[in-house]
């Protein structure tokens, strides 16, 4: 089965700075998807960013990107120039197919990410 | 479109009770999920279905039922509501093919005392 680590339940960073949250999973398979999700305190799960395991290439969006590395089966989360706005709950999650084609979305334990003005 | 919406945003039940918990989506999905998230963790699926009258089980699906007789609509039934199933509940949906992502709906947070 697969599972996904987030060993940071907590992080913190001044306004306008850098900060990357770690992720690491475990899987045989070799094509998969990963994901990025925020949930503010409003509790509403928001899309931040995704990654196909196929493309060698990192994903990035706007002030977000990832490093993908997956030898080492990592999947870290990179914001830059971080807002106010960027404080919430983060979880990585990984997607596998299960019956019918239907999608098994398995997520970490979640990082929270403080942002100091 | 309104995306996926849930009913109600919060319910307080007592031990033994029963609820039905809504999802409903306006955006012709093929595939539905219900996932539970526990205080500090992440989501874990509970059921999940692949269209009108097609369901299956997740990870954690004991004390749960299902039933999808539409494609918009995917309720979840709790019966003899237990204090273990105090949650926050996440109804999500995704049409089809393995490029696409999943949409959640905004939680219901239920309370079992």
């Known amino acids: 089965a697969q599972t996904v680590t987030q060993s940071q339940p907590e992080m913190s960073v001044q306004e306008a700075e850098t900060v990357t949250l770690s992720c690491t999973y475990d899987t045989s398979e070799s094509d998969y998807y990963l994901f990025w999700y925020k949930q503010p305190p409003s509790r509403q799960m928001i899309l931040v960013i995704r990654q196909e395991a196929y493309k060698q290439q990192n994903a990035t969006e706007n002030r977000f990107s990832v490093n993908f590395q997956k030898a080492a089966k990592s999947f870290s989360l990179k914001i830059s120039d971080s807002q106010l706005g960027d404080a919430a709950m983060y979880f990585c999650a990984y997607r596998t197919l299960v019956n019918q084609g239907a999608q098994k979305l398995v997520f970490g334990q979640g990082t929270r990410l403080t942002i100091n003005p | 479109n309104a995306g996926v919406t849930q009913t109600p945003k919060f319910r307080i039940l007592k031990i033994g009770q029963s609820m039905t918990l809504q999802c409903a989506q306006d955006?012709?999905?093929?595939?539905m999920y219900w996932y539970r998230q526990d205080p500090g963790m992440g989501l874990k699926l509970i059921y999940y279905s692949v269209g009108a009258g097609i369901t299956d089980k997740g990870e954690v699906p004991n004390g749960y039922n299902v039933s999808r007789s539409t494609t918009e609509d995917f309720p979840l039934r709790l019966e003899l509501a237990a204090p273990s199933q105090t949650s926050v509940y996440f109804c999500a949906s995704i049409f089809s093919g393995s490029a696409d992502t999943q949409y959640f709906g905004p939680g219901t947070r239920l309370t079992v005392l």
């Open positions: 955006m012709n999905h093929n595939y």
